[in-house]
């Protein structure tokens, strides 16, 4: 069992180094699309927001595994051609701006409106109630479901290896195919995984606690 | 651009996908029963256990949390198989890691209900004479399962669309329909277009019936 | 004569199809205290409201200083920008406090002098500091609110508030959400604040608190104004006043 595992190390991280990349770029991306459309959402004019709110409620109501087989073998018939590796980035990022787009939504609108009313009665422009009053809120408010949620990009990520991007999963399964020792190996890549995962969210709660004082 | 839509091929095929929607809800609907089960025994486990029940409570969750859900579809279905005498179908095996997964959330969901129970309503059962189990039977688990609802709810939807996953062990599900269309005939716009529809049609459907459950079962009734 | 520094007139206000204010006339000279009592969907707390803008309202005028609060000339809304140097000429305390939680009590008060009055960040400190020592939290500057009591979060809503330098203070029933033993303090400063001439109008349960502090008591029901007079006078004539009897006989029965 340890042999297999060990074997089967240096392979592995060459396919988690891809995992980390597919996921570093679909958290960053996301987060800027989704906080741009999350704000259209709450402040937009109506046809934003309806958009929005299609968009959103379209990509987080099917699978993402229908959606990364959409975009992969979507685009190219329409005539965009996309190597394997972005059509999986570009499906996750889909996938993840809807949920960004969720937490901004629930950070923003979990803030009292005294909050709002306090700034105004002050005399604050509705710009300088945003960045002095909403905005420290409803970052706090944001960060750590969030920062949980970094967990679905990099689970999401490994449906990626379906599409033959060399990921962790995808490493996993190509020495599974030599060795035939499939057990250690999916025990050794869960433990990867949970490691990373775990962190994240042992994160995310710690950033929660420190937060609390904003929950009125 | 040059794409023609064709649905005419999807529709040839139709029964590839009614037939994966139907069996996508069966799975999401066992896993769901069997999850909730094992949720509820470890939720009950974990308020009332020690520090070593709940630890090893927590590794469970932990562990199925942070852990793709493909792994543990390609753990249990090839993993298991070598090292326990155990032979079973992809559709079982499927089943078998959808509710453990399951599970793992519903602990979480229970244990978050129980928590929430007013003290209050115990203390009223207990002054009422009524036996643990009584109270347990009459005051603590209808008022948890009302709370729980709407969690259970949104995890009984995600289970659906996590079946999808199932299409990898070739169990023929929705996506797997979609993908067998796809790759039989080549319709590939068609055939993702209409699993998506029915994905989101169905989630909508489901959504609203449980919505319709929750209103019945609200514990707020407001003026 | 001069100007009341308050002047509504024929206000009217609707949520909906609900009429909530059925043409409101008021006036609030300067230096004055007048307080509003009456019962839960009299309108009061919906007429103060309006005052500041926080509601916009559909008919009828509210002035201060002979300046229109929610409109322009020729009856158009107020920018934002507009509105907001509006709302800097009136104070508001919140029955929810409503403190900015990530900022300390002493930040709390300095954002509106720094970002409106245009103070610098040593100027706002010291009228900050000078604000809540007058009420009785200068051991506290440094604190967030999730660190202080009810009573005293309250009292740092005053401050914020009265920094500003308010034309006039709306009071919005600031001590119902107090724990009973905590209303003193908080009463303290606003007789303390009323003692130095600060125009007034509160919204309020506190009765006994009116009928000491208020120069005027109005009482309101059903969205008009139904009494209004000098405490002493108004509580002597009660019985003209079959409706205001009423809300004082169940307000003295629930007291005792």
């Not at chain 2, 949390?65 to 249990?76: A, D, E, K, T």
């Not at chain 2, 709407?150 to 169990?171: E, M, Y």
């Not at chain 3, 003193?184 to 604040?193: D, K, N, P, T």
Request: a positive charge; glycine letters at 8%.
């Amino acid at each position: 069992m340890l042999d297999a595992m060990i074997y089967a190390l240096p392979f592995l991280m060459k396919g988690l180094w891809v995992t980390v990349l597919v996921s570093v770029l679909t958290v960053s991306i996301s987060l800027c699309a989704g906080v741009l459309l999350g704000c259209g959402l709450v402040y937009g004019p109506l046809p934003l927001r309806l958009l929005v709110r299609l968009f959103s409620d379209t990509i987080r109501g099917i699978p993402i595994l229908v959606l990364i087989f959409f975009v992969y073998y979507g685009f190219p018939a329409i005539g965009v051609d996309f190597a394997a590796f972005w059509a999986a980035v570009t499906a996750l990022t889909l996938f993840k701006t809807a949920q960004v787009i969720e937490y901004l939504r629930g950070a923003v609108q979990s803030i009292p409106k005294g909050q709002t009313e306090a700034g105004m009665a002050i005399g604050l422009t509705f710009r300088e109630r945003l960045t002095s009053v909403i905005f420290p809120q409803a970052l706090r408010r944001f960060l750590p479901p969030w920062i949980n949620g970094v967990t679905d990009a990099v689970k999401g990520s490994a449906l990626v290896s379906l599409l033959g991007v060399t990921d962790l999963m995808h490493s996993i399964n190509q020495v599974i195919g030599r060795t035939y020792e499939a057990l250690p190996l999916y025990i050794l890549g869960a433990l990867i995984y949970f490691v990373i995962n775990y962190t994240l969210s042992l994160l995310s709660r710690r950033l929660e606690r420190r937060f609390s004082f904003t929950q009125a | 651009m040059g794409y023609d839509l064709n649905f005419a091929v999807v529709w040839r095929n139709f029964d590839k996908i009614w037939g994966g929607l139907l069996l996508s809800l069966e799975l999401a609907v066992l896993s769901i029963a069997i999850g909730i089960v094992i949720g509820l025994a470890l939720a009950l486990a974990h308020v009332s256990g020690g520090r070593l029940v709940r630890g090893l409570i927590a590794t469970y969750v932990e562990t199925i949390r942070n852990v793709p859900l493909i792994l543990l579809v390609y753990l249990v279905f090839y993993g298991l198989p070598q090292v326990v005498d155990i032979r079973y179908g992809a559709t079982t095996s499927f089943v078998v890691t959808l509710s453990v997964y399951a599970g793992a959330y519903l602990v979480e969901v229970f244990r978050a209900g129980l928590e929430a129970i007013p003290g209050g309503l115990i203390d009223a059962g207990r002054a009422l004479g009524l036996t643990p189990w009584q109270r347990f039977a009459h005051v603590r688990l209808p008022t948890m399962t009302r709370i729980s609802l709407p969690a259970l709810s949104n995890t009984f939807i995600s289970l659906f669309k996590d079946t999808s996953i199932a299409s990898v062990i070739a169990v023929p599900e929705l996506t797997w329909g979609a993908q067998w269309i796809n790759l039989n005939t080549f319709r590939i716009v068609e055939a993702y277009l209409i699993a998506t529809a029915m994905y989101l049609f169905t989630g909508y459907v489901l959504l609203f019936l449980l919505r319709l459950l929750e209103w019945r079962f609200r514990v707020t009734r407001n003026a | 004569m001069t100007e009341p520094l308050l002047s509504i007139r024929g206000l009217r206000k609707s949520f909906g199809t609900t009429e909530v204010l059925k043409s409101i006339d008021l006036n609030v000279e300067r230096g004055e205290v007048v307080s509003v009592i009456g019962p839960s969907g009299s309108g009061k707390t919906t007429l103060l409201r309006c005052v500041n803008f926080l509601e916009s309202y559909e008919g009828g005028s509210i002035k201060i200083d002979g300046v229109e609060v929610g409109f322009a000339e020729g009856r158009r809304r107020r920018g934002e920008r507009s509105l907001a140097r509006m709302r800097a000429e009136t104070g508001m305390v919140f029955q929810s406090f409503n403190l900015f939680p990530h900022l300390t009590a002493a930040d709390n008060v300095m954002l509106g002098l720094r970002k409106v009055r245009g103070k610098s960040r040593d100027e706002a400190r010291a009228i900050a500091e000078k604000w809540l020592d007058r009420v009785g939290l200068s051991q506290k500057a440094d604190a967030l609110p999730a660190e202080l009591s009810g009573g005293q979060q309250q009292r740092v809503g005053i401050a914020r508030a009265v920094a500003m330098e308010p034309k006039i203070l709306l009071l919005d029933e600031i001590t119902s959400a107090l724990d009973p033993e905590l209303v003193g303090e908080v009463l303290e400063v606003v007789r303390g604040l009323a003692a130095e001439g600060m125009t007034m109008l509160m919204v309020t349960h506190e009765i006994a608190f009116a009928r000491d502090a208020a120069d005027r008591i109005v009482f309101m029901f059903d969205g008009t104004v139904a009494a209004e007079g000098p405490p002493t006078e108004l509580l002597a004539q009660v019985d003209d006043h079959p409706r205001l009897a009423a809300f004082l006989a169940r307000f003295r029965a629930s007291h005792f």
